[in-house]
């Protein structure tokens, strides 16, 4: 079936660290993949997508390159905040249009001064 | 850009009444609402989907009965939890997908914290 496997978290890193989490999928058809930040208390916020394989996405300094030959769309940033910690969810649509989302399990993100 | 209003933020009501969580697109036309349940540090499952005018398509193991949804105009979705239990509580979280100007995607309310006593 349709799956996305992220990296368990939680993942701990000093503020101006190096922050990598993988993302990978499995799925039939023409996946889009997106990244979503989630806020203590809050909903989903959209980070960044990409639409085709090998667009890179990003925001805020996040980047994501879709990488269709690995099936994967890690996240990446170069220099994390104390303000990035949040749980951040990988998630994957088949089609565009209204298909649902299939979201990974999801990593929880803590950037100590 | 696209906003979606999710009320309320949280409540609390005792076992066995009943509560309605309200999803407003803001300034858009949601034509299809996600609707999704989140358990504590855990990713988030998808319960039903619903276009607007017709009836929602449920997950599998998810029971429509108990879960009530509405969208009946294509601003405005409702998800009622009916006889709540404590098994109930939960975050729930809506999604609607819209069009207008552009094309917004997947747009995310700020969520229902529902506390069952």
């Known amino acids: 079936g349709n799956s996305v496997t992220q990296m368990e978290g939680p993942v701990t890193l000093s503020e101006e660290a190096f922050l990598t989490i993988n993302c990978t999928y499995t799925a039939t058809g023409y996946p889009s993949p997106f990244w979503y930040v989630q806020y203590p208390g809050e909903g989903l916020q959209l980070l960044l997508k990409?639409?085709?394989?090998?667009d890179k996405g990003s925001n805020k300094g996040f980047e994501a390159t879709y990488r269709k030959e690995t099936t994967s769309f890690h996240l990446e940033k170069g220099s994390v905040q104390v303000s990035d910690s949040a749980v951040y969810f990988c998630?994957?649509?088949?089609?565009?249009?209204?298909?649902?989302?299939?979201f990974g399990a999801g990593t929880r993100l803590a950037v100590h001064p | 850009g696209a906003v979606v209003s999710q009320h309320p933020s949280w409540v609390i009501c005792k076992s066995g009444t009943s509560v309605k969580i309200e999803c407003r697109s803001l300034d858009f036309q949601a034509t299809t609402m996600f609707w999704y349940r989140q358990f504590p540090k855990q990713s988030l499952m998808l319960m039903a989907t619903?276009?607007?005018?017709?009836?929602?398509?449920?997950e599998q193991g998810v029971e429509k009965d108990k879960f009530l949804i509405n969208h009946a105009s294509l601003t405005l979705s409702t998800l009622t939890v009916t006889s709540a239990h404590p098994e109930d509580s939960s975050f729930y979280i809506c999604?609607?997908?819209?069009?207008?100007?552009?094309?917004?995607?997947?747009?995310f309310g700020s969520g229902t914290r529902l506390t069952v006593v």
């Open positions: 998630a994957l649509t088949l089609l565009s249009g209204y298909n649902k989302l299939i």
């Open positions: 990409a639409t085709k394989a090998d």
């Open positions: 999604s609607a997908w819209g069009t207008g100007r552009t094309n917004y995607g997947y747009t």
């Open positions: 619903s276009n607007e005018g017709s009836k929602a398509t449920y």
